[in-house]
C-alpha cells in the first residue's frame, strides 16, 4: 500500500459526460501528479500540482483540467468524453515535487466510457 | 522527435538467474532516470533513481546502469526469482528541483519461472 489513495476503484460513463476523479496524497507529501495508461499510449504524465500550485505540464488536453485543494488532495475533471478516454487514471504523490524525487502511486481508477 | 524504447517481447528467464533490461531513448537529455515495476491492473512502484553523473546504483539484488552517452541504461535483477515477474517501465526526467515531468517507456514483462 503505498499511502496514495483514488476514488473511485471504477467508472462507467457515457460519452459527451464530465466525471471527476480524486486523490489523497501520502501524509507529508506537498506534490500531487496525474498520469493516464491506456494499452496504446502507455503511460503518460498529465499534470503536476505542488501545494495548490500548478508545477508541470504534459499531454493534457484542454477537455481535462486539474486542480489541488488546500487540504492537498487533488481532483482530476474529464470532460465531453470519448471512447479515446477510456483508460487507467493514476494520481502519485512525492514529497518535495522536484525531478528527484520517488513517487508514489496510487491504486488508479478505470474509466470506461461508453 | 523524443523516444524512450524498451524491449515489447517479453523476457522468459529461469528462477536464479540474472534477468537484464534495457532502456534506450533518444533526443532526450534527462537529469534523472527512474525504473519502477506494475503489477497487472496496479500503479507502478518506484524501484531505482540514478542521476546523470552516476554510472551505476545498487539495492538489494537490483543494479541499474545509466550511459549518457550510449543513452542507454540497463536494469538487472540478480537471483532472480518467481515474485520477480512483472512489467518493468523506465522513466527519463528532465525536470529540475521544483517540477518533474516523468515520461515512461512502454515497459518490458518479465516473467521467471520456477
Known amino acids: 500500500d503505498s499511502g496514495v489513495t483514488q476514488t473511485p476503484k471504477h467508472l462507467i460513463t457515457a460519452t459527451g459526460q464530465r466525471v471527476t476523479l480524486r486523490c489523497s496524497p501520502r501524509s507529508g507529501d506537498l506534490s500531487v501528479y496525474w498520469y493516464q495508461q491506456s494499452l496504446d499510449q502507455g503511460l503518460q504524465f498529465l499534470i503536476q500540482y505542488y501545494n495548490g500550485e500548478e508545477r508541470a505540464k504534459g499531454n493534457i488536453l484542454e477537455r481535462f483540467s486539474a486542480q489541488q485543494f488546500p487540504d492537498l488532495h487533488s481532483e482530476l475533471n474529464l470532460s465531453s468524453l470519448e471512447l479515446g478516454d477510456s483508460a487507467l487514471y493514476f494520481c502519485?504523490?512525492?514529497?518535495?515535487?522536484?525531478?528527484?524525487?520517488?513517487?508514489?502511486f496510487g491504486p488508479g481508477t478505470r474509466l470506461t466510457v461508453t | 522527435s523524443q523516444k524512450i524504447e524498451q524491449n515489447s517481447e517479453a523476457l522468459n528467464i529461469q528462477e536464479g538467474k540474472t534477468a537484464t533490461l534495457t532502456c534506450n531513448y533518444t533526443n532526450y537529455s534527462p537529469a534523472y532516470l527512474q525504473w519502477y515495476r506494475q503489477d497487472p491492473g496496479r500503479g507502478p512502484v518506484f524501484l531505482l533513481l540514478i542521476r546523470e553523473n552516476e554510472k551505476e546504483k545498487r539495492k538489494e539484488r537490483l543494479k541499474v546502469t545509466f550511459d549518457t552517452t550510449l543513452k542507454q541504461s540497463l536494469f538487472h535483477i540478480t537471483a532472480s526469482q518467481p515474485a520477480d515477474s512483472a512489467t518493468y517501465l523506465c522513466a527519463l526526467d528532465q525536470g529540475g528541483s521544483g517540477y518533474s515531468t516523468l515520461t515512461f517507456g512502454k515497459g518490458t514483462m518479465l516473467l521467471v519461472s520456477p
Open positions: 502519485a504523490s512525492s514529497e518535495r515535487g522536484g525531478a528527484s524525487d520517488e513517487q508514489y
